[in-house]
């Protein structure tokens, strides 16, 4: 079998450049194996193979060239599998920080997406809404303060490696909703990814880790426009179907208008 090859068989072999290859002996990262004296020709061996492609995967993540070159010149088996497994922690890390941020902009765009066709519903609609892991204020007179205290409760998910799954909202005063029309917030909450591991998120006196159950929702948008009129919309279906007790009205954040943000509430009605 074919042991020894040249600069452009090399090359082609390796999916590289013979400039690159040209480099890499200039700057002492891989030398051939056999440079004819005469020609000047150099020979790379099949054995060398494997150092091309620890350097085109160190490439494509970023790795130094330099640092690679004091690994490969080192000779040493050991030193490079010990490497080598460093570039693969590394690599995993990136993976799960590209899953993270595809996680996020795909919520994010699904959010954007609801929003905007949510808010072309003028009457009241019913849907079916997954349970939801949140983060809950416990404090009712923290409400007032719940940007701020959003901004806390994200830091401290995200050392609990917890991810914000964007939405947000108030839990509403049920008697006063529906016998008064009166909005009323009672606490706040932020949802959480389902992939994330609540084990090892430490609750604290503002704050506490619920869920909002699964079930059937009848909901309706408003904004600061037709707010009384939705409201009070709301209110009558409410009457119409009997509706006199639940366990959750809610009042989630919609994505549709950062001028005129709206909103959606969220009245519970049967699992």
């Known amino acids: 079998m074919k042991n020894i090859f040249s600069i452009g068989e090399t090359a082609k072999i390796n999916n590289v450049s013979v400039q690159a290859l040209r480099h890499y002996d200039k700057i002492g990262l891989l030398k051939p194996s056999y440079v004819n004296e005469d020609s000047g020709y150099r020979y790379y061996s099949l054995d060398q193979f494997i150092y091309l492609d620890i350097i085109k995967y160190a490439k494509i993540f970023g790795i130094p060239l330099k640092e690679v070159r004091d690994t490969l010149v080192s000779g040493d088996m050991q030193e490079i599998s010990i490497k080598v497994r460093t570039y693969q922690n590394m690599l995993e890390k990136q993976i799960d920080t590209l899953l993270s941020v595809h996680r996020r902009f795909t919520k994010v765009a699904e959010l954007i997406e609801y929003g905007i066709k949510a808010v072309q519903q003028q009457e ?30 994200e830091t401290d998910m995200s050392q609990s490696k917890l991810e914000f799954a964007f939405e947000s909202g108030y839990f509403v005063d049920i008697p006063e909703f529906i016998n008064l029309g009166k909005e009323s917030f009672t606490s706040a909450y932020m949802t959480i990814m ?35 009129e939705r409201i009070k919309k709301m209110q009558e279906y409410l009457n119409e179907i009997h509706l006199k007790e639940t366990t959750v009205i809610l009042v989630s954040e919609l994505y549709d208008n950062f001028d005129n943000q709206s909103h959606e509430i969220q009245v519970y009605l049967h699992p």
């Open 194 to 228: 389902a992939e994330g591991d609540i084990t090892n998120f430490m609750s604290n006196n503002e704050y506490v880790v619920s869920y909002i159950p699964e079930g059937e929702y009848v909901c309706l948008t408003y904004n600061e426009h037709n707010k009384k």
């Open 124 to 153: 009241p609609y019913q849907k079916r809404i997954s349970e939801r892991r949140i983060i809950k204020l416990k404090d009712r007179d923290e409400v007032i303060n719940f940007e701020l205290n959003s901004r806390k409760i």
